[in-house]
């Protein structure tokens, strides 16, 4: 069956700009949870959303965001780019817990 | 202090060795115990998982968990050149839907 799928592969976003990631997940996978890695913090979790609520958030501020669709697609937000957010995401995706969550292959992002 | 701490390495080692990878952590709270494999530019892949003490088996690889001291372990049999990735660990608990991810040890198992 197909994996997680992320879209697009690569961006690259100038200072102040915003920009939209979007996360397919697994059929019948009801939990998709975002995370930002970067060589300096590693993989850190942003949010997690199941059935179009979101559970639980990391440390991040408010210029990060993301919602689910009843098609359980998700999608992050992130509003007035720093260079620091430039990263790799990663979108993940359950059945109902983070337990044996499978992750896309993320999104590079480069802000410039 | 971070909630888990992972020795980013890197380890080197001859193809067919015991690699042992370790993960420690401060927050008694976690149950459930993940490892994750990275290959370069690649999302992470779910090794094993394991919930609460104890073992687990799966081919050439063998979890554990000791919640008692806080460690987790990660151990490879015969080791390949294809093994060579960083291995990640992860952390939650209980309902809590909220990962913790060491820094990840990068692994190079030379033919």
């Not at chain 1, 879209?7 to 996978?29: A, E, F, M, N, W």
């Not at chain 2, 660990?89 to 990962?99: L, V």
Request: contains cysteine; charged residues 20%; proline residues 4%.
């Amino acid at each position: 069956k197909a994996g997680v799928t992320q879209t697009p592969r690569y961006l690259i976003k100038t200072r102040g700009q915003q920009v939209t990631l979007s996360c397919s997940p697994i059929s019948g996978h009801r939990s998709v949870s975002w995370y930002q890695q970067t060589p300096g913090q590693g993989l850190q979790f942003l949010f997690e959303y199941f059935s179009e609520t979101q559970r639980n958030k990391g440390n991040f501020p408010g210029r990060f965001s993301g919602r689910q669709f009843s098609n359980s697609r998700s999608e992050m937000n992130v509003s007035t780019l720093e260079l620091g957010d430039s990263a790799l995401y990663l979108c993940a995706s359950s059945l109902e817990g983070l337990t044996e969550a499978f992750f896309g292959q993320g999104t590079r992002l480069t802000v410039v | 202090q971070k909630e888990v701490e992972q020795d980013p390495g890197p380890l080197s080692v001859p193809e067919g060795a015991i690699v042992s990878l370790n993960c420690t952590y401060s927050n008694s709270a976690f149950q459930y115990f993940m490892w994750y494999r990275q290959y370069s530019r690649k999302g992470p892949e779910l090794l094993m998982y394991t919930y609460s003490s104890g073992n687990k088996e799966d081919g050439r690889f063998t979890a554990q968990v000791d919640k008692s001291s806080k460690y987790i372990s990660l151990f490879i049999r015969d080791s390949q050149p294809s093994d060579s990735a960083t291995y990640l660990c992860a952390m939650e608990e209980y309902n809590f839907n909220k990962f913790y991810f060491g820094s990840g040890t990068k692994l190079n198992v030379k033919p």
